[in-house]
């Protein structure tokens, strides 16, 4: 009888939610769009720097979609990232600028002006989306 018991078993396992799985695209714009939401909900952490807040709501959401990025859009996928690259550069120097602030160090001034540039250069892909390749810097 232990086998059909309905007792304090059922209650005290918890329900496995089972969620569709993400829906994975080699598209680069859709890569950039999501990085620029991504980089503008969270840069206010580092400017106003809240170090408590910097590894989990700054630092490792840009490297999951930075590395999701990298793995799922390669060049023979989408015809070339063209500017778009850019805003994968955001998401990096965005993180560069997370650590050094993190770290102390004297550096994260130079970090916060190569994100603000990259940052400028994100925007400017996604408002003028032409394929091509692009400057590695201006």
């Excluded at 602030?101 to 003028?128: F, H, M, P, S, W």
Aim: with cysteine.
């Amino acid at each position: 009888m232990v086998g059909c018991s309905h007792d304090n078993q059922t209650n005290t396992q918890e329900k496995v939610e089972i969620k569709a799985a993400p829906k994975l695209t080699n598209d680069a714009t859709t890569y950039a769009n999501e990085a620029w939401k991504l980089i503008n909900q969270i840069d206010h952490y580092v400017y106003q720097n809240q170090k408590a807040d910097l590894d989990d709501k700054v630092r490792k959401p840009l490297r999951k979609l930075s590395t999701d990025w990298r793995i799922n859009v390669k060049m023979t996928d989408s015809v070339t990232e063209g500017k778009y690259a850019l805003c994968r550069k955001a998401l990096t120097s965005l993180d560069s600028w997370a650590r050094e602030t993190l770290d102390g160090n004297k550096t994260a001034v130079e970090r916060k002006l190569d994100y603000e540039r990259d940052k400028a250069q994100c925007k400017d892909a996604i408002a003028n989306p032409n394929l091509g390749n692009t400057d590695p810097k201006r």
